[in-house]
């Protein structure tokens, strides 16, 4: 099974600031990383497809990068309702894995 | 798209249950469908899917005690959850292939 690391899982941020969260897979997966969003009490949103491609509806400050094993989800001038937790996931191949998510805090 | 999960409750160790999602919004039997559960605060965990055509995928922690079934013509997803353990207590999501679209979530607690 291909593990999905995460860093950091938590942080602190303060609104308006940039943050930048990472996630690193045991194997190459091409481009086949997602990104998702979860707020408590709800299902996860997808906002980030095959590394750098936005959701519809997602705002334009989420942004994705990467290749291969290291990938990047950056937030740029944090808002309000972005405190939550984020987890990555690989779809290259079964069984599908998430990181274990990186809980974003208000400084 | 609309997703809705029922069939959880409290079961014993050793039992069995099963999970109902119910699809409307689209064209459900063109669709590979996903269960995935979240163990109270804690990660996501991918548990099964099965595709359009009715091939099933499952993870290594579920294989053999889970099922996951459709019924197109009531456009309707299954878990069947066999053997359960303390573990596999979690609430479990029922999602469209791509994992854009969630249900609610249904609650399984296995405790004596």
């Known amino acids: 099974d291909i593990q999905m690391t995460q860093s950091p899982s938590f942080l602190s941020a303060s609104v308006g600031d940039r943050v930048t969260i990472n996630c690193k897979a045991s194997?190459?997966?091409?481009?086949?990383l997602n990104w998702y969003q979860q707020k408590l009490g709800e299902a996860p949103k997808r906002l980030i497809y095959n590394t750098n491609n936005l959701q519809t509806g997602i705002p334009s400050r989420f942004s994705g990068s990467g290749s291969g094993t290291d990938f990047t989800l950056n937030i740029n001038r944090v808002e309000p309702e972005d405190f939550s937790v984020y987890y990555c996931?690989?779809?290259?191949?079964?069984?599908?894995?998430f990181g274990s998510g990186t809980k974003l805090e208000i400084k | 798209v609309q997703l809705v999960e029922s069939g959880g409750g409290l079961v014993q160790p050793g039992k069995s249950l099963k999970l109902s999602c119910s699809a409307s919004g689209f064209t459900f039997s063109s669709y590979g469908m996903h269960w995935i559960r979240q163990a109270p605060g804690k990660g996501l965990d991918w548990v099964a899917y099965?595709?359009?055509?009715?091939?099933?995928v499952y993870a290594d922690a579920v294989k053999g005690r889970f099922t996951i079934s459709r019924d197109n013509a009531k456009n309707t997803l299954y878990l069947q959850l066999n053997s359960l353990k303390s573990e596999d207590t979690a609430i479990y999501y029922c999602a469209r292939k791509d994992l854009v679209d969630w249900g609610q979530g249904v609650m399984v607690t296995v405790s004596s």
């Open positions: 099965i595709s359009s055509s009715s091939g099933t």
């Open positions: 194997q190459n997966i091409n481009k086949y």
């Open positions: 996931q690989q779809s290259n191949s079964w069984p599908l894995t």
